[in-house]
T-cell receptor, first 113, second 115 residues
Framework: ETGVTQSPTHLIKTRGQQVTLRCSSQSGHNTVSWYQQALGQGPQFIFQYYREEENGRGNFPPRFSGLQFPNYSSELNVNALELDDSALYLC????????????FGEGSRLTVL | QQQVKQSPQSLIVQKGGISIINCAYENTAFDYFPWYQQFPGKGPALLIAIRPDVSEKKEGRFTISFNKSAKQFSLHIMDSQPGDSATYFCAASTSPGNRDDKIIFGKGTRLHILP
């Protein structure tokens, strides 16, 4: 059973650029949630995808968008990057929208200069 | 109100002591309360979770105490060990199928156990 994997692990972008982060969910999981974790803070919910459809969104602007593919892997896209977007982006997978255990990847550390 | 408030922000405990972390919530629709543990460079991992039909749940050295009327819950780590040094997050969510069933996290408590 493979765990949640995220790529890239680290990346540096400049303000105004766009970024795509990728996540492979744990085997057997059909739900992927994305969280933003700023330094010293708790994870903040961005959105969740369940069977390729968005199933809930947190307080993030539309320049944060996502996709889920038929194999349940997922992408997080951020357009027009701002300095405050610098954070650890965590992907978590679960079965049937969760409320059970979320299985997190190790995250993608994004730095915006 | 979706917020989960966690305290203290940081905690230092002697080896063998009891570590206590507290959380409070506003939304009475929350019915699942997990605690996650995060080591540096890693994603959070589920430690223990409770539902409001019980007031306490114990797993090894870790215990959750839940007070539904006060809308508070806490994590107790008995016989704290240096390996317990990590950041701990409380969280809460509503039942699956609710549009707002995402898991909401507190801001975290950085725990350091002195050897």
């Amino acid at each position: 059973e493979t765990g949640v994997t995220q790529s890239p692990t680290h990346l540096i972008k400049t303000r105004g650029q766009q970024v795509t982060l990728r996540c492979s969910s744990q085997s057997g999981h059909n739900t992927v949630s994305w969280y933003q974790q700023a330094l010293g803070q708790g994870p903040q919910f961005i959105f969740q995808y369940y069977r390729e459809e968005e199933n809930g969104r947190g307080n993030f602007p539309p320049r944060f968008s996502g996709l889920q593919f038929p194999n349940y892997s997922s992408e997080l896209n951020v357009n027009a990057l701002e300095l405050d977007d610098s954070a650890l982006y965590l992907c978590a997978s679960s079965w049937d929208r969760g409320q059970g255990e979320l299985f997190f990847g190790e995250g993608s550390r994004l730095t915006v200069l | 109100q979706q917020q989960v408030k966690q305290s203290p922000q940081s905690l230092i405990v002697q080896k063998g002591g009891i570590s206590i972390i507290n959380c409070a919530y506003e939304n009475t629709a929350f019915d699942y309360f997990p605690w996650y543990q995060q080591f540096p460079g890693k994603g959070p991992a589920l430690l223990i979770a409770i539902r409001p039909d019980v007031s306490e749940k114990k797993e090894g050295r870790f215990t959750i105490s839940f007070n539904k009327s006060a809308k508070q819950f806490s994590l107790h780590i008995m016989d704290s060990q240096p390996g317990d040094s990590a950041t701990y997050f409380c969280a809460a969510s509503t039942s699956p199928g609710n549009r707002d069933d995402k898991i909401i996290f507190g801001k975290g408590t950085r725990l350091h156990i002195l050897p």
